[in-house]
């Protein structure tokens, strides 16, 4: 059967799927995410897949977890047109995209040495803004500027 459509990742009956991660940033995800901690969990991950809007794609299946904004932050940093399909007993009960934040709090490292945020315990901020489709993260105590490829994020 030519037509006769098959799946690449098998289905989970309650969790979350991020979609449409560039190939290169699946590792990324994955840590950030720390999926690789997860003792309880199964975890799925699919790498070079074909996409017609990335080329190579990734994505990633977790079973029983559903994530927080502040994961969803990370994996926009990273990953900014992901998709989410919230699934609950094997159907799609909910599609998110992620969003780059307008902010970004406590997740990133100033690359500025000399920035307060490196010396005290004090939170990093940054704002984000777009620059020719990368993103760029602008330190709020010290106004240092550094693109997504080089940030540091935890």
Do not use: W
Not at 121 to 126: E, L, S, Y
């Amino acid at each position: 059967m030519e037509n006769e459509k098959v799946l690449s990742v098998s289905a989970i009956e309650n969790g979350t799927v991020i979609d449409h991660i560039p190939a290169q940033s699946l590792f990324k995800v994955i840590s950030l995410l720390n999926l690789d901690k997860l003792a309880d969990n199964q975890v799925t991950f699919g790498y070079n897949l074909k996409s017609k809007q990335l080329g190579m794609k990734a994505i990633i299946k977790v079973s029983e977890k559903f994530f927080e904004d502040i994961e969803l932050d990370k994996i926009a940093l990273v990953a900014p047109n992901a998709k989410l399909n919230i699934i609950k007993n094997y159907n799609v009960v909910e599609k998110r995209l992620v969003k780059v934040p307008e902010k970004v709090i406590g997740i990133a490292h100033c690359m500025n040495p000399k920035c307060i945020t490196n010396h005290e315990k004090i939170p990093t901020k940054f704002t984000t803004s777009t620059t020719g489709g990368n993103i760029v993260l602008r330190c709020c105590y010290c106004d240092k500027c550094t693109d997504i490829e080089h940030a540091e994020i935890f």
